[in-house]
């Protein structure tokens, strides 16, 4: 009787450590609430956005270009989540943000910061040749179940600046080894540029990290990462990314492409993937 007892708590033991090494995560440029998207309004769009993440179970994510009043939606329709992160334009709630919403049953956020996509990282500026000041903002993470700790970085790249691309994914990679050389790191983000682009191969060939979509066996990617609100535009050009380092495996990647009566929550897709470490 004690030798079943002791192989039902193993077994039990095995299953419940099994689920806590599996999260999954997302990258969602919501797009930032412009009063000029007439039939995209924020304050219709965004309970389809939040009813997208919630039914997909994201667990942590990074979000692009929404504002302090944005965020305060999405967390009020999100029980159990918190975000961290700064709007861009002063290091406090103005302008844009990258931030990063994570899910407080199963992480907690043990440190977090933000820089700047520049040649002076510490303060609002624009770095290189980029036409607006884009910002990064990071946490150190811990499985609340098993101890695990990972960095996420989550950043939106510059639209303009070739340069500032190409320096900004360099920073990211740089700053990592700064805060923690070989702690396992997460890179989600709207990165302006395609799989095929240079500044996308400078993360993707760094050594350190790889894109999701490469390591995964199962990819469900209908579409690119931009829709421009145009539920019609078809495209294979993924600007979205998530990269991972050792020791994360992928199981399943997938660009959502959800839509309601006809419209889309945000000009683009998010990117989740299902990771185990």
Known sequence: MKRIISISILIWLCISVG?????????????YDASRDVGNLWKDRHPHLVQLIRFHEFDIFGTQEGLKHQLEDIKK??????????????????GEYAAIFYNT????????GNFWLAE????????WDAALPRICTWG???DKR????????????????VEARKESAKLIIKKAHELGSGTPM???????????????HVLNSS????????????????????????????????IDHIFLSSPFTVTRYGILTDSYQGKLPSDHYPVLVEVHY
Not at 79 to 93: H, L
Not at 146 to 161: E, K, P
Not at 218 to 234: C, M, R, S
């Open 19 to 31: 689920f806590a090494q599996q999260f999954i995560v997302a990258s969602y440029n919501v797009r």
């Open 77 to 94: 329709n999100l029980p159990g989540f918190e975000y961290i992160g700064v709007g861009r334009n002063d290091g406090k709630d103005d």
């Open 105 to 112: 049953d199963k992480f907690e956020a043990i440190k977090q």
């Open 120 to 127: 002076q990282t510490e303060v609002p500026n624009k770095g």
């Open 140 to 142: 150190l993470f811990k």
């Open 146 to 161: 098993t101890g695990f700790q990972f960095f996420l970085f989550n950043a939106h790249f510059d639209h303009v600046g």
């Open 186 to 200: 997460i890179i989600t983000g709207d990165f302006n540029v395609d799989q095929r682009n240079e500044s996308y």
């Open 207 to 238: 050594g350190v990290v790889t894109d999701a979509y490469e390591l995964s066996p199962l990819k469900y990617a209908p579409n690119g990462t931009f829709n421009g609100f145009d539920i019609n535009k078809v495209s294979d050009r993924r």
